[in-house]
């Protein structure tokens, strides 16, 4: 706001400058001439302020308009049911660090969070204006909201973030860097933000170009490719892991000599990945001569001869020569060869048995958790549900749960490869052979919610545990799980859980009532999100 | 009174949360999982059992449709008011149908409410006694009034002499003098029986830490109290309603007894504000058909919300009566006829340069008014520089935001509400610059709490 001047007026005689100086070194000091005698001075000067402050405060004006911002982008999502509205504040007023102890009955809705998220940007709500500010909040302290929360905040978001520093993330962590990307229409702007953009920005170009268009990607990191720095090569031969095909071979061929080693190694992998490389069949004859059956035994078996060196043609496809501290360097050059063969090579090498049968031989010579081991990646790395069943094997044998050939780390990723009934109703039979303590890492990559087999196999299991006498937080996180994963509709049949049990000598003291309580914010927090689901499944207008 | 459409929202519920850790607890405890027994009747009353961690579970009761304002009670031993509890089950009831079912009021709940009910309906007939009516022995009390004006007189004799000596010594002096200096004289006027004066004196203390251009500041406030003191001790030729201002302001807090204005209010604002010793609720309100706008003052114990409490965005009919003195705005609530609904009711707004205006034209009436209340309609939150301003939407005018709402959460819901484009906002106007409170979207949006 302005000030009007406070120009000559009647009773004082006194710019307003003149009494600010005056006041400030003291009237002892600094006597203006002017000023009426007879009058005690200070006072004079106070009534003159009284004055001059009001005068001013009272002739108070408008200051000029800034440049107004440009105005949001219109998000033109629907509105949010009012009952969802309400869900959404309540949850974003649950915010870490502001309460700690026990945890209690009530559900912990920040954990919610994400999944009414998901559920809002699958019905293709918009995000209630006022509610940005708490959302962008949430998303930066949560790298693993940001992704849903950003998407749902929608382009107003990106406004606000660009005008708060404390928000910039948004701008950067949006697929591809958000708006200020240029669009598939634009080939100056794209060739003009690769050849002069800051390296995050070329990073995130290309990636969101990957996404849209795959050979465009390849060929714009091919104009540069020369030049670009190693680190940099790096970084950007990773983003051809999206999209990956027969096309980007030559690319990849070429990339294998290159002078870095750690370009060459990730180009030998992308290039594993496709079957029909020519690295692909280079690395199955590689491998194939290691690994045979011998039929001379009573029974047939897997014999197995690790190369006894590792040659400049290998290296060049990626091979690494030196072995980590502790393993011998013929069973490491083994797993890199099986590891990126194929695994179509290993029927026709075989004797054309399946996957389960080449799985069921045995192995001479101990070689075969390294075997195992290496097919397991091989599974993964191009895959395969096939191989990956045969690997993971029955989920009530013994070795499933205990130290195998292949270990949970690696079982997690081969049931990845299986669609998600089949990676459920595995889980459910392991759990019941095994219990829940090794099931954790498992139940992470089955989907959600949780199919009905895997979800009762689970709460058996906790009631069982509970039956044991042990006290519940030994099973907080697949308790916390299953308050995120299971059914709704299983609310009902855990009601009986609730209750406290009788103690008897085995149990821990106080364990019942305490097993009661993780069981009514099992059954609680399932019912919030049926609630949660409810309110946000209405019919498109 | 009838419970029809009188839903609250999240945001309304939570407002009432005497703090964060509250906030959060209670916003756990608005899902269905560890109430039970829950009900709500047609009178306002609502109630429900909480599982807590001992053998019986907490009884809350909450009576919405006091004339006084909601009401709450819980068993539990919380010191916080409301507890997390009594916030949980607002926004179980907020949060829609069916989870708090309509029924018959339980034994327990019921005779919380008619306990209230009949005192409050005790102290609304017998309410002249306490409060405005003539007291018991009026010679007495005028004896009182005579004696209290003296010692407030001496009070603003001394305070003159003071601030004589400092503008004699010169300002700089003070910056080294600190605090203590003002400590002492703040001291002296509450034995004046002036609190006005006393809390005038505590913020100058205060002025000298305050950043660039404190002397210009110290200055002004120097003077407006110079003038409040001459304005006290001259007043019996000022007129009556300055007169009134004058004795408001000193601390003499008179009785609202201006003749009581019916009218369908619309909650704008309501903030708190706390020192160490209370904590002191400010609440807004338009009235639709009267145009005017009242400020409603309640008070709690430092720590505790103060009990009247009122979402922004409703409306309900009741009557308030002025408190005296002409610029001041300050009333209270007196009967009040329904409970608050949501309205699609909107305060009329004006430009910034009305704002302005407004705020010189009210100097008149109450010289020491650091601010008056404002609808600004069609302005654009834009940044500027460092700071934000309210621009017009046509026009190049603009008024700067207070420093204060520059670091709070409401700048950026304002932004985030606006996106660009025209809103309308209500708030404070004044020499500080713009402090909004409440703003509602271009279109038919309900208001957005910023405070």
């Avoid at chain 1, 790096?234 to 027969?246: E, I, K, Q, T, V």
């Avoid at chain 1, 059956?293 to 047939?300: I, L, N, S």
């Avoid at chain 1, 009902?492 to 049990?501: E, H, K, M, P, S």
Wanted: aromatic share 6%; glycine share 10%; net charge neutral.
């Amino acid at each position: 706001m302005n000030a009007t001047s406070a120009s000559a007026g009647a009773p004082v005689e006194s710019s307003w400058e003149e009494l600010v100086t005056v006041a400030l070194l003291g009237t002892e000091r600094r006597t203006p001439p002017a000023w009426a005698a007879g009058r005690e001075v200070p006072v004079a000067v106070l009534d003159a302020a009284a004055v001059a402050t009001l005068r001013r405060r009272a002739g108070m004006r408008p200051g000029r308009a800034a440049a107004r911002p440009e105005p949001a982008a219109p998000d033109p999502r629907r509105p949010l049911p009012p009952a969802a509205a309400h869900r959404l504040a309540v949850l974003l007023a649950d915010r870490p660090g502001t309460g700690a102890g026990r945890r209690g009955t009530a559900p912990d809705l920040m954990e919610l969070l994400p999944q009414w998220l998901a559920l809002a940007n699958a019905h293709g709500f918009a995000a209630p204006a006022e509610t940005l500010p708490a959302l962008l909040d949430a998303a930066r302290g949560r790298t693993d909201l940001r992704p849903a929360a950003l998407a749902f905040a929608g382009p107003r978001a990106l406004w606000l973030a660009r005008l708060n520093p404390d928000w910039r993330f948004a701008l950067r962590s949006l697929p591809g860097g958000g708006a200020a990307l240029p669009g598939p229409d634009e080939p100056g702007r794209t060739e003009q933000l690769w050849q002069e953009g800051l390296f995050a920005e070329r990073v995130a170009l290309l990636t969101a170009l990957r996404a849209r268009r795959p050979a465009t990607a390849r060929e714009l990191l091919a104009t540069t490719w020369g030049t670009e720095r190693a680190e940099d090569r790096l970084m950007f031969l990773d983003s051809l892991r999206s999209g990956l095909g027969p096309a980007d071979e030559p690319f990849l061929e070429r990339a294998l000599t290159d002078r870095s080693r750690n370009v060459r190694a990730t180009a030998a992998e992308l290039l594993s990945a496709l079957p029909g490389s020519a690295l692909a069949a280079r690395m199955a004859a590689r491998a194939g001569s290691c690994v045979a059956v011998d039929r001379t035994r009573g029974t047939p078996s897997i014999v197995v001869e690790a190369p006894h060196e590792c040659d400049a043609s290998m290296e060049r496809d990626g091979v690494v020569p030196k072995a980590p501290a502790g393993r011998g360097e013929r069973s490491w050059w083994l797993g890199q060869l099986v590891e990126a063969a194929p695994l179509g090579t290993w029927p026709r090498r075989l004797g054309g048995r399946t996957p389960d049968e080449i799985v069921a031989l045995p192995v001479t010579d101990d070689w075969r958790n390294e075997l195992h081991a290496a097919w397991s990646r091989a599974a993964v790395r191009q895959r395969d549900p096939g191989w990956s069943r045969a690997l993971l094997g029955a989920p009530s044998a013994p070795e499933a749960g205990g130290p195998g050939a292949v270990s949970l780390a690696e079982r997690s990723k081969l049931l990845a490869t299986l669609g998600p009934a089949e990676r459920a109703e595995w889980v459910a039979g392991f759990i019941d052979t095994h219990g829940l303590s090794e099931a954790f890492q498992l139940l992470g990559v089955c989907a959600v919610p949780w199919a009905g087999p895997l979800g009762r196999a689970v709460v058996d299991a906790l009631d069982i545990a509970r039956d044991a006498g042990s006290y519940p937080w030994s099973f907080s996180g697949v308790m916390g799980l299953a308050e995120r994963c299971l059914d709704p509709l299983e609310a009902g049949r855990l009601d009986a859980l609730t209750a406290i049990t009788d103690e008897t000598e085995n149990t821990a003291p106080g364990a019942g009532g305490y097993w009661a309580e993780a069981f009514q914010r099992l059954v609680t927090t399932l019912r919030l999100r049926a609630k949660m689901t409810a309110e946000l499944t209405v019919p498109d207008p | 009174m009838t419970q029809q459409g009188v839903r609250w929202t999240a945001d309304q519920v939570l407002a009432l949360a005497p703090d964060t850790a509250s906030r959060r607890a209670g916003s756990k405890l608005g899902t269905a999982g560890p109430w039970s027994e829950t009900g709500s009747s047609d009178e306002g009353t609502l109630w429900g059992l909480c599982r807590g961690s001992g053998s019986t579970p907490y009884q809350t009761v909450i009576d919405i449709a006091d004339s006084t304002g909601p009401a709450y009670t819980c068993s539990c031993p919380s010191r916080k008011f409301p507890c997390k509890h009594t916030l949980g089950l607002l926004l179980l009831w907020a949060g829609g149908e069916g989870t708090v079912p309509r029924g018959p009021v339980p034994d327990w709940a019921g005779r919380w409410t008619e306990g209230r009910r009949e005192r409050a309906a005790a102290n609304r007939t017998t309410g002249g006694a306490s409060g405005t009516a003539s007291p018991a022995d009026p010679e007495a009390a005028r004896r009182r009034a005579e004696r209290r004006a003296a010692r407030i007189t001496a009070g603003a004799g001394e305070l003159e002499r003071r601030l004589a000596d400092l503008l004699r010594g010169g300002l700089a002096a003070a910056e080294q003098a600190g605090y203590g200096m003002w400590e002492e004289t703040a001291a002296r006027m509450v034995d004046a029986q002036a609190p006005g004066l006393a809390t005038r004196v505590r913020e100058l203390g205060a002025i000298p830490a305050s950043g660039p251009g404190w002397p210009v500041r110290l200055l002004e406030e120097c003077a407006l109290l110079h003038l409040l003191d001459q304005g006290w001790l001259r007043r019996e030729s000022l007129p009556d309603g300055l007169a009134a201002t004058v004795r408001s302001r000193v601390g003499l807090t008179g009785s609202a007894g201006g003749p009581p204005l019916r009218d369908r209010w619309l909650v704008l604002a309501q903030y708190d504000t706390a020192d160490s010793r209370l904590t002191t609720r400010r609440i807004w309100l338009y009235g639709a058909e009267s145009g005017r706008t009242v400020r409603v003052l309640s008070y709690g114990p430092a720590g505790r919300a103060p009990e009247l409490t009122l979402p922004v965005g409703l409306a309900f009919e009741a009557e308030v009566s002025a408190y005296p003195g002409t610029g001041r705005l300050r009333a209270a609530l007196g009967e009040r006829f329904t409970l608050p609904a949501p309205t699609r009711t909107r305060p009329p707004g004006v430009s910034t340069l009305r704002a302005a205006t407004r705020y010189g034209e009210a100097l008149r009436d109450d010289p020491w008014l650091d601010a008056c209340p404002v609808t600004l309609s069609r302005v654009i939150p834009t940044p500027d520089g460092d700071t934000w301003q309210l621009a017009d939407a046509e026009g190049d005018s603009a008024l700067p935001l207070t420093p204060s709402a520059l670091s709070g959460p409401g700048l950026w819901r304002l932004a985030a509400l606006s996106g660009g484009a025209p809103v309308t906002v209500f708030g404070e106007c004044g020499h500080r610059g713009f402090a909004p409170l409440t703003a509602w979207p271009e279109g038919t949006g309900e208001a957005v709490r910023l405070c």
